[in-house]
């Protein structure tokens, strides 16, 4: 019973992680049935839609900088909530365990929300630099 616990959660992550990827390829792949379909059939392909189909996520590029930032800045405020919570916690537990945790916690969220600061500030330059 007790393997149980880590197979659920670990299946859990996969078919997070999972679905949503399996789920785009499907889409991808049955818009690429119905174009062959339309040719076979003699149709005119737009040109607009055969770019965005062959194009992918390149248009999401420009808004990366911004996305990156405000990844950073919730990190950084996860981070923060997690200190206070676990200065503020301090009395609930005498033995003082949870206090650790939380600034383990907390000490892994900040670094991910610098380090997601640093890659903004870095797309920003590069992005300016391109203009």
Do not use: C
Request: hydrophobic share 50%; proline share 5%; no cysteine.
């Amino acid at each position: 019973m007790e393997i149980l616990v880590p197979i659920a959660f670990f299946g859990f992550l996969g078919a997070v992680i999972l679905v949503p990827i399996w789920l785009r390829e499907r889409t991808k792949q049955s818009a690429h049935h119905l174009l062959s379909q339309a040719l076979e059939k003699g149709q005119t392909l737009d040109p607009a839609l055969m770019r965005q189909l062959t194009e992918g996520a390149r248009p999401q590029q420009q808004d990366r900088p911004r996305r990156t930032l405000g990844s950073g800045v919730v990190l950084l405020a996860l981070a923060g909530g997690f200190v206070a919570a676990s200065y503020l916690s301090g009395g609930f537990d005498p033995t003082g365990n949870a206090h650790n945790g939380m600034l383990t916690a907390a000490a892994i969220l900040g670094a991910l929300g610098a380090a997601f600061l640093v890659l903004a500030i870095v797309d920003y330059a590069t992005k300016k630099k391109d203009q």
